[in-house]
């Protein structure tokens, strides 16, 4: 779990594979590796902000359930 947890916290950064190496030398490969990387980035966030959501509701069902009991 603690890798997990690591990687809410840490930047991450999106690596592309050894295909994507190859391409470098040409613009039009050097754009795809661009947008490759910046599409992962986009996943990786809002797979953070799906997350965060889910404990926000989480959090939002224990603090109704202590009040109803109040």
Known sequence: MSSY???MFAPSQ????????KTKSMPIGQA???G???AME???WVSQQGT???K??????M???INDQQ
Not at 56 to 61: M, R
């Open 5 to 7: 947890q690591n990687s």
């Open 56 to 61: 926000l509701k989480v959090f939002n069902a």
């Open 63 to 65: 603090a109704k359930t």
């Open 36 to 38: 490759a990387a910046e």
């Open 42 to 44: 986009f996943q990786l």
């Open 14 to 21: 999106a690596r592309p594979g050894q295909a994507m190496e």
């Open 32 to 34: 795809a590796q661009q």
């Open 52 to 54: 965060s959501l889910a």
